[in-house]
């Protein structure tokens, strides 16, 4: 690859390097992020916090490469991100990421292992192989009922299952989660939740979280709190209450 | 089948020197003669130079549409002596002429005064309308009544052609010509060489509109895309955050171009179909005859082919807005 520049040890997927990003409103300059720095280890479970404009979802979106930096480095899988061709960061964002919207965002002319498929295709993936790999996806969520089910036919917290079940379609080294449970209510919320650190400790998934409440990042590994754009605190919860299940990877 | 068949050989007045040399000629092609002479005709004290036909309606039968156009009364008869038929056009003239706005209809009596001099009253058989602006602006009589009013015997004014195979046309005006009969060889067009000027100018316009069809075409197939992006950006954002690149969300909507240009040929062919056949039975009158679309195969395929291109190239603009957007603007709707 054109940019490829290899950071740090292979034990880290994501390192930002004194990251901005800066909008203009008008004759106004706002700073969203004014400098971030931070490291994601493979396998880690890291939730982001802050209040409302403190830069959380836009530190997301910077990272999944949906939106350009104002200045800084971030670094995916050991490749400088943000300096490749448009082209190559397509190829990027389906092979190394796997995204979770607060909102769903399902396609709703599509059923659900449909909307599984869909990246897997993407990708070139045969149809049947396809089908084979959305069929495993959806049990591992536990919606193997519901294979052939539209959105509008699904619960809240069942339409978050598939697209966490497609974000994890082709196999990313990241998952990024905008406020996964903003839209669910307390029990699905907390399913949603159960579901991430699942994956995370059965699957060893890398999640990267944003969330505005602690109770939910706390579950993580590790919580970063951010406030006016910089990393105002930084600390590792105990998660080793966890009772590991018995599903093997997929 | 019209009322004078495809070509014509005339001359001035009453010939006797126009001959039957094309008699001659192979099988598919049909004859038959005529009296063309100048009348003054007068009804209701009203008098107009008409144009009258010495006709054999036994012969005309087989050969021109003349007897199955009749709108009021009947037709000739072989020994009629005494009765008139009209054209349309110079019915609607004595109507029109007479003040009092009755129909000149069958039952009527007319007077005509012929070129020698001789007067003699006729009473209307019937009006014929064969869509033809010759036939309806002429007043027919029997040949037997003209040649005793002329004193004439086995003389003609005109020969008309008719042939079986009408692409034969030229080829047989050639041989004609080559037979000397006499007289001036016309065919249908060289007679209303007119009407080449007015399909030249049903042509333009005919261009004109097509232009702008594939012009609006272009437009409305731009605006659909337009509109289909708009309301689909949120998962355009989706699909390239989930890995789709610039060519796949390109090649969807230009698919989805293709698609509406495909549906809308076929529904355009199929109206237009529909309206070819509809007008093929219930043609528009017009006065040099029956309009009758034509669709010419080799236009029609270039048409359908410019409507589709121009259709799918104008889906392109909208197509590569939408594909080259930011990712977060589109997720977010802006």
Same mark, same amino acid.
């Given at each position: 690859m054109e940019n490829r520049v290899i950071r740090g040890s292979g034990d880290l997927i994501l390192e930002t390097e004194d990251l901005k990003k800066s909008y203009m409103t008008g004759h106004v300059e706002t700073h969203a992020l004014c400098g971030i720095n931070m490291d994601i280890k493979r396998g880690e479970f890291v939730a982001v916090m802050g209040p409302s404009g403190s830069g959380k979802t836009t530190l997301l979106n910077l990272t999944g490469m949906l939106d350009e930096p104002t200045r800084g480095a971030i670094y995916i899988d050991g490749h400088n991100v943000a300096n490749l061709k448009e082209s190559q960061k397509t190829k990027f964002r389906l092979t190394k990421l796997g995204f979770v919207f607060q909102f769903f965002n399902l396609f709703p002319e599509l059923t659900a292992l449909e909307n599984i498929c869909l990246p897997l295709m993407l990708k070139g993936k045969l149809k049947r192989e396809c089908v084979k790999r959305a069929t495993k996806l959806l049990s591992l969520v536990g919606l193997k009922e519901r294979l052939s089910h539209y959105p509008s036919e699904l619960s809240g917290g069942e339409q978050q299952r598939v697209s966490i079940a497609r974000a994890l379609a082709n196999r990313p080294a990241l998952i990024l989660a905008d406020e996964p449970t903003a839209n669910l209510d307390s029990t699905t919320a907390a399913e949603i939740m159960s579901l991430f650190k699942q994956l995370n400790k059965e699957q060893n998934e890398t999640i990267l979280m944003v969330t505005h409440e602690k109770e939910f990042a706390e579950e993580a590994d590790r919580v970063i709190q951010l406030k006016d754009g910089l990393v105002v605190d930084e600390y590792h919860t105990d998660t080793s209450e966890y009772q590991a299940g018995t599903q093997s990877k997929v | 089948m019209t009322a004078m068949g495809s070509i014509v050989i005339k001359e001035k007045g009453i010939s006797s020197t126009l001959n039957w040399k094309v008699s001659g000629l192979d099988n598919g092609v049909h004859l038959i003669s005529r009296f063309n002479n100048g009348v003054s005709l007068s009804y209701k004290n009203k008098t107009f130079g008409e144009f009258a036909n010495g006709i054999s309606p036994g012969k005309e039968a087989g050969f021109s549409i003349l007897s199955k156009s009749v709108i009021d009364g009947g037709f000739l008869d072989e020994d009629d002596t005494s009765d008139v038929v009209l054209g349309k056009e110079v019915a609607d003239k004595l109507k029109k002429e007479s003040n009092d706005g009755v129909i000149v209809k069958s039952g009527e009596k007319i007077q005509m005064l012929y070129q020698n001099g001789k007067k003699r009253h006729y009473r209307v058989k019937g009006v014929v309308d064969t869509k033809d602006f010759i036939a309806t602006n002429s007043v027919f009589v029997t040949r037997k009544e003209m040649e005793n009013v002329l004193g004439l015997k086995n003389k003609a004014s005109e020969i008309c052609v008719k042939l079986?195979?009408? #692409? #034969?046309l030229n080829e047989i005006k050639k041989d004609i010509r080559g037979l000397d009969t006499g007289g001036k060889i016309l065919t249908w067009s060289d007679k209303a060489g007119f009407l080449e000027d007015v399909m030249k100018g049903v042509d333009v316009i005919r261009q004109i509109l097509s232009g702008v069809s594939l012009l609006l075409t272009a437009v409305i197939i731009s605006i659909i895309i337009y509109i289909n992006t708009q309301s689909k950006k949120r998962q355009i954002g989706i699909l390239k955050a989930i890995g789709a690149g610039n060519s796949v969300v390109l090649s969807m909507f230009m698919i989805q171009s293709a698609i509406f240009a495909v549906l809308g040929i076929a529904l355009g062919s199929g109206i237009f179909l529909g309206i070819t056949n509809y007008l093929k039975i219930n043609p528009i009158s017009l006065p040099f005859g029956d309009l009758v679309p034509y669709v010419e195969k080799n236009l029609a395929i270039t048409y359908v082919l410019a409507f589709f291109f121009s259709s799918v190239l104008a889906g392109l603009y909208p197509a590569r807005r939408a594909a080259k957007g930011v990712i977060i603007d589109s997720i977010r709707g802006e």
């Open positions: - | 079986e195979d009408p #692409a #034969a």
